[in-house]
């Protein structure tokens, strides 16, 4: 018996050799936030896992030029990785159909970024999902039972990508992408709000649309970079929604102070010294913002291109958490002192901290905060005292992507076109510090 097994195991052995040797791809998986997507490279060797961005979140699966089905990339069962210590998350039990929302979305043998990945999916793929949690799903495939990225599977049937957007309006660089409707098909380069997202039932103003652009050139990245434009959204000040998810009061004072559950769900903003409204300076940055993301191969997410949008702040950050890798918001402080520029980090309040999806994500606030301020301060922008201040926003209290509230300024600070320009340059170098990190 003793010789029998050895053989067995020597068989084995022989076999994974095999497969990796006659492996005429390797296919890596890229992490965009909780996204995974893959990319091929010719080679002669063994598959091997990774973790990097670079990848079109909306381009067609290595080999699979018409988009049609999947391909499998492991041949190792799900029960043998789970048993070699790859963590198994707490579930709830479901049983359901769902559907891919994302092109190239890996299938894991674990809920592990790291763990392999045992097939593509396409946009509008069918799974049947047995467990969910905010971050994973557990799902069959072929018998086996496997995990996928929550934020990428619907319970709404999506309809598979089809071609890659119209041109963006006006001539401006990059391609407007086609745009996620509230049940996931493709209509121009508008991104509606779609109320069945996690979070959604919070907004209160949410019948206007987001635009996403996609970047043309062999730089492109394929990093979504949310770009909101603080206030403009008329009668928003008129409209109250929860201040935190769960209810709580806020733990910080700010527009709407400590203590309280609600606040407004878009205020109109400062007044410059000049008289110019703070949402007319915020749109005009985020314009210029956009073109220098675009310029560096960064698809941009843009949640308000006009005077008006209605997207109140809930729906803007549920529509960054479904549809960006990371949330910026620009604003300019109420003060009149020209302090500089600086982050809202989320408060050190232990009962804030460890309210979800806070919990979850505070660290990759923070992070992308610091690399905002860095990347303006190399720009030779000033920046006010350390380059934050401690503020319990919807924005926060709502993200599940990093997300960040970025003060460039205050209302007596420079905002013509010269110094916007080089606030943008300095974002640009914070987005770029940021991503070069993970």
């Not at 391909?71 to 769902?98: F, I, W, Y």
């Not at 990508?161 to 996620?180: F, I, K």
Request: hydrophobic fraction near 35%; proline fraction near 3%.
């Amino acid at each position: 018996m003793k010789k029998k097994r050895r053989m067995i195991g020597a068989l084995a052995a022989a076999a994974v050799l095999v497969m990796a040797g006659g492996c005429q791809k390797k296919y890596e998986p890229v992490v965009l936030g909780s996204e995974e997507q893959v990319r091929t490279t010719e080679t002669g060797g063994a598959s091997e896992a990774g973790s990097q961005p670079g990848i079109d979140p909306g381009q067609d699966l290595p080999g699979d030029p018409a988009g049609q089905g999947k391909e499998p990339l492991a041949q190792t069962s799900v029960k043998e990785q789970n048993m070699v210590g790859e963590p198994v998350p707490a579930l709830r039990d479901v049983d359901e159909t769902v559907y891919v929302s994302g092109d190239s979305v890996n299938l894991r043998a674990s809920a592990s970024t790291t763990s392999k990945v045992v097939a593509v999916f396409k946009k509008g793929d069918k799974l049947r999902r047995t467990g969910y949690g905010d971050e994973w799903s557990r799902v069959e495939y072929e018998g086996m039972t496997c995990y996928i990225a929550t934020r990428y599977v619907s319970a709404s049937a999506v309809a598979p990508s089809a071609g890659s957007g119209q041109e963006g309006a006006g001539g401006q660089s990059g391609q407007a992408a086609g745009a996620l409707t509230g049940s996931g098909s493709l209509a121009g380069g508008e991104v509606a709000f779609n109320p069945a997202w996690k979070y959604g039932e919070f907004s209160k103003i949410n019948s206007g649309k987001a635009v996403l652009y996609k970047a043309e050139g062999s730089n492109r990245k394929g990093i979504t970079v949310c770009v909101n434009a603080g206030h403009g959204t008329s009668g928003g000040s008129g409209v109250k929604t929860l201040c935190h998810p769960d209810g709580t009061p806020k733990v910080t004072g700010g527009t709407t102070g400590a203590g309280a559950t609600s606040a407004v769900a878009v205020s109109g903003g400062t007044t410059f010294l000049d008289g110019t409204a703070e949402a007319k300076v915020t749109l005009a940055m985020a314009k210029k913002l956009k073109e220098k993301l675009l310029a560096a191969g960064y698809d941009v997410l843009m949640i308000r291109e006009s005077d008006d949008v209605q997207l109140d702040n809930i729906a803007r950050t549920v529509i960054a958490n479904n549809c960006a890798d990371c949330h910026i918001a620009l604003h300019w402080d109420s003060t009149s002192s020209n302090k500089g520029a600086f982050y809202m980090s989320v408060p050190n309040v232990a009962s804030y901290r460890n309210m979800e999806p806070v919990k979850s994500n505070w660290e990759k606030h923070n992070a992308l905060g610091e690399s905002l301020v860095a990347g303006l301060k190399s720009a030779g922008v000033k920046i006010f005292s350390g380059g934050s201040m401690e503020m319990d926003l919807t924005q926060t209290s709502f993200s599940t992507v990093p997300s960040i509230d970025i003060e460039l300024g205050d209302k007596a600070s420079d905002h013509s076109d010269a110094a916007l320009d080089v606030l943008a340059a300095g974002l640009l170098a914070g987005v770029d510090q940021y991503f070069g990190q993970r």
